[in-house]
């Protein structure tokens, strides 16, 4: 079977894998001149099951509103008219209940918990260095209100199978002496000892070149104008190269999915929220300097993470459509709070800055199974979690394309729920 795989980031690269492993002819389309060019490029690097947990909470309303016109705000709206913006904020408040936050955490879950077995999996079975850290991730809090909330949320999510010890302050700076030199208050942390961190460019380009090995062919530079169909199955690909014919279409192309998308019909409730990240040289990679094990600041929310000899921090979210100018007062703000936290990490001057779009849903929760037409297969929509669920979403995409039943259960994950 042909399968043709539109999108070059982590998700595609990973499902291009997954199907050519199942012994299918894998075509992988992109606009770009190489993999892991768009989102995956210089993200947070973490792989975060246990902290999947979608933007659409209880409080986030509140903080929203005390945040609305403050461009330091973790969360900045830019005010438009965009009625597509509008409408996925009405969807995305009405997910902010209580119950519904806890159903979309589970169903995240359910993916994100798949996904960490199956990178054991590729772990196995591949053998490439992309910077893999096995040693958790560490939230940090700066007030006692925030830290019992963290532990109260924690004591749920073991219920979920996730693990986050609680840590006191000296037991943070145990595990991460680098906050020893923090200029600011902690008051306490969770560690997630199960949770990884490392360079997702890497992992995406290196897992590209192996499956180049295994046949797979990617057609870069290549613009997808639209699908062409014939009653409920899709014949091609349409390109600004040509038309390209296959079997299976799985539709992996982040925030441009749902313009894809909107060509057949299909309406995927998806927005780009811009986020930011810094990339800096660490002056002392052999001190501790900087971490060597992966943060999350929940007040900020950023995350940190050591990518060999680079410090990188990501984060924020802003919603200004498909625009990705860095504004130089949120760039300030992520390098001003990371060298509070680690003053000795590196120097300012040397800081490089980037950003990309996420591919977020109003739930948080990815759009995976099949689309109207039965051989298209959405694998998109997946957040700042694209490189947490790659794997087992992958194997998801790999599962239908050969009509067997995935692993998990799939309730709740297609575009049907937004109908």
Not at 222 to 240: H, N, R
Request: proline share 4%; net charge neutral.
């Amino acid at each position: 079977m042909k399968a043709i795989v539109l999108g070059a980031g982590v998700i595609g690269v990973t499902t291009a894998y997954e199907l050519a492993r199942d012994g299918h002819e894998v075509v992988v389309i992109d606009q770009r001149e190489d993999v892991g060019l768009e989102t995956s490029f210089a993200n947070g690097g973490q792989l975060a099951a246990n902290h999947a947990e979608p933007w659409a909470a209880p409080g986030t309303l509140f903080k929203a509103l005390k945040w609305l016109g403050r461009k330091d705000a973790p969360l900045l709206y830019r005010l438009r008219l965009d009625p597509a913006l509008w409408a996925w904020t009405l969807e995305f408040l009405a997910n902010c209940s209580e119950p519904k936050f806890w159903k979309n955490v589970e169903r995240i879950l359910r993916v994100a918990l798949y996904s960490r077995e199956r990178y054991q999996v590729l772990h196995a079975e591949l053998d490439f260095d992309y910077s893999l850290r096995q040693n958790g991730i560490l939230n940090i809090y700066r007030d006692g209100h925030e830290f019992d909330l963290a532990l109260e949320k924690a004591r749920i999510m073991k219920e979920l199978g996730c693990e986050r010890l609680a840590l006191d302050r000296k037991g943070c700076i145990d595990l991460e002496p680098a906050l020893a030199h923090s200029t600011q208050l902690i008051t306490g942390g969770t560690w997630s000892p199960n949770d990884e961190s490392g360079d997702c460019l890497a992992f995406t380009q290196k897992l590209a070149a192996h499956t180049r090995s295994m046949g797979v062919t990617y057609q870069f530079k290549t613009k997808v104008l639209g699908l062409d169909s014939e009653g409920y199955k899709i014949k091609s690909a349409k390109t600004d190269k040509g038309d390209v014919t296959g079997d299976v279409f799985v539709l992996a192309m982040g925030c441009n999915s749902q313009m894809l998308a909107k060509t057949l019909g299909l309406k995927l409730h998806i927005y780009p929220a811009k986020g930011y990240s810094l990339s800096l040289p660490i002056t002392n990679p052999d001190s501790n300097d900087a971490p060597t094990i992966s943060l999350t600041d929940d007040r900020y929310k950023l995350v940190f993470s050591r990518q060999g000899d680079i410090f990188r921090v990501a984060g924020m979210a802003e919603f200004a459509g498909y625009n990705t100018d860095i504004d130089e007062q949120r760039a300030k703000l992520i390098l001003d709070t990371t060298l509070k936290l680690f003053p000795k990490s590196g120097e300012a001057d040397q800081a490089t800055f980037w950003a990309g779009l996420r591919p977020a849903t109003p739930d948080g929760v990815p759009l995976l199974g099949r689309g109207k037409h039965e051989n298209l297969l959405l694998n998109t929509g997946h957040g700042t979690l694209g490189w947490t669920m790659a794997a087992g979403s992958a194997r998801i995409i790999a599962d239908l394309a050969k009509c067997s039943t995935p692993h998990i259960d799939m309730e709740g994950l297609g575009w049907e729920r937004f109908a």
